[in-house]
């Protein structure tokens, strides 16, 4: 099975700043590698896949990057709307499809 | 525009069962690849389950192996999750979602409101 693992656990930033996230795969994932952004009492909402391609209606602000075992989802320009739990998801082996443990991103 | 919209969950005792229902709108249904992923409260999101787009395959987390199964059936458009032997870590919302792209496994593009299921006696 593989691990993802997401770093921070909390993103703290001032509106208008640059956020970065980061996704680490305990082995290779090419470029099988998803982002979403969860709110409270929501369901997810898929933001990135194919590690780099924004999904449909995604703002360009929201941009991944990264192949193999790193990862990164940036956020160019922080808005309050951002605040969110970001996930991970690696699609290349499996069962079992796994996602990380969350970065949550509060907006200061 | 596309829907998905779960039914079926409740408050259960554990060793019984529950069905989830999946209805969906607004795409050929029958050229996805469907999935449950579920989310314990207050905890990360979970996979569940997977079956082709055409039925002919699936496949499961291991703690559910056994237990759970997935069906669908495309003439109604409909996705189904048959629960057995509930345990209190199933306590969930179990969402059910589709693949980004037809007859692929992959990301999940679409995702239903979610319907909660709580195992407890």
């Known amino acids: 099975e593989i691990v993802l693992t997401q770093s921070p656990a909390t993103l703290s930033v001032s509106p208008g700043e640059r956020g970065t996230l980061s996704c680490r795969a305990s082995q290779s994932v090419s470029s099988n590698l998803a982002w979403y952004q969860q709110k409270p009492g929501q369901a997810p909402r898929l933001l990135i896949y194919g590690a780099s391609t924004r999904a449909t209606g995604i703002p360009a602000r929201f941009s991944g990057s990264g192949s193999g075992t790193e990862f990164t989802l940036t956020i160019s320009s922080l808005q309050s709307e951002d605040s969110a739990i970001y996930y991970c998801?690696?699609?290349?082996?499996?069962?079992?499809?796994?996602f990380g443990g969350g970065t949550k991103v509060e907006i200061k | 525009q596309v829907q998905l919209v779960e039914s079926g969950g409740g408050v259960v005792q554990p060793g019984r069962s529950l069905r989830l229902s999946c209805v969906s709108s607004?795409?050929?249904?029958?050229?996805?690849?469907m999935h449950w992923v579920r989310q314990a409260p207050g905890k990360g999101l979970e996979w569940v389950a997977v079956?082709?787009?055409?039925?002919?395959?699936?496949n499961y987390v291991d703690s559910v192996k056994g237990r759970f199964t997935i069906s669908r059936d495309n003439s109604k458009n409909a996705l189904y999750l048959q629960m057995n032997s509930l345990r209190a870590e199933d306590t969930a919302v179990y969402y059910c979602?589709?693949?980004?792209?037809?007859?692929?496994?992959?990301?999940?593009?679409?995702w239903g409101q979610g319907t909660p299921v709580t195992v407890s006696s």
């Open positions: 979602a589709r693949d980004v792209a037809p007859a692929a496994i992959g990301s999940f593009e679409y």
């Open positions: 079956i082709w787009y055409d039925g002919s395959n699936e």
């Open positions: 607004g795409f050929t249904f029958s050229s996805y690849g």
């Open positions: 998801q690696q699609y290349v082996n499996w069962p079992p499809l796994t």
